[in-house]
């Protein structure tokens, strides 16, 4: 069974403030890992899809970067309109994807 | 990328009745399309996955007689709440992936938010 879990599963930061957000996963078969903004109210935004270790995409204060364990979403010199919840998820053999729940990210100016 | 569109975005139906929520692909044919039920603070939730043109699949502990999905066409997937209860409130998410990309990449419609009184 895919599974994923993400940490933390809130994180405050300063504008400004540097961090990263963690997606641990354990799939059968990668197909694809990615990275979603959702949020409130809203249906999630694609931000990246990562297919295998080693692999990094950038987009804006955004960057991802994958291992064969985990998957990390950094942000760097983060705004307040970067506050959102970041969702994690795979795909493998089963076609079908796993989300991890989430981290709640605030930024405060 | 891709757009997928879901509609209507609210709705608020009387315990009993029946809600149908449209999902559409907008600039792309989407063969399969995904149910998402999530709950507040929650993440998303798979119901089912819908094929085009055969009955779609339901995951475990989904009642496919209450959610009716259909997916008569390549750019529509409907999924129906029949006999409403406020229990069944919540937000509804589709979602596709285009196969003119070569990946699995799925893009979500917006939401619709359901309310049974």
């Known amino acids: 069974e895919d599974q994923v879990t993400q940490s933390p599963e809130a994180l405050r930061l300063q504008e400004g403030e540097s961090s990263s957000l963690n997606c641990s996963y354990t799939v059968s078969g990668l197909r694809g890992l990615f990275w979603y903004r959702q949020d409130p109210g809203k249906g999630p935004e694609f931000l990246f899809t990562?297919?295998?270790a080693g692999e990094e995409k950038e987009k804006e204060r955004l960057k991802a970067t994958l291992t064969k364990k985990e998957s990390f979403l950094h942000i760097t010199a983060p705004k307040p309109e970067d506050s959102a919840t970041y969702l994690c998820a795979v795909q493998g053999g089963s076609y079908i994807p796993t989300f991890g729940r989430g981290t709640s990210l605030i930024v405060h100016p | 990328g891709a757009v997928v569109s879901q509609h209507p975005s609210w709705v608020i139906c009387k315990s009993g009745t029946s809600v149908k929520i449209e999902c559409r692909s907008l600039d792309f044919q989407a063969t399969t399309m995904f149910w998402y039920r999530q709950f507040p603070k929650q993440s998303l939730m798979l119901m089912a996955t819908?094929?085009?043109?055969?009955?779609?699949?339901?995951e475990q502990g989904v009642e496919k007689d209450k959610f009716l999905i259909n997916h008569a066409s390549l750019t529509l997937s409907t999924l129906t709440v029949t006999s409403a209860h406020p229990e069944d409130s919540s937000f509804y998410i589709c979602?596709?992936?285009?196969?003119?990309?070569?990946?699995?990449?799925?893009?979500f419609g917006p939401g619709t938010r359901l309310t049974v009184l």
């Open positions: 979602s596709a992936s285009n196969p003119g990309e070569n990946t699995d990449t799925q893009y």
């Open positions: 990562l297919y295998s």
């Open positions: 819908s094929n085009e043109g055969s009955k779609a699949t339901y």
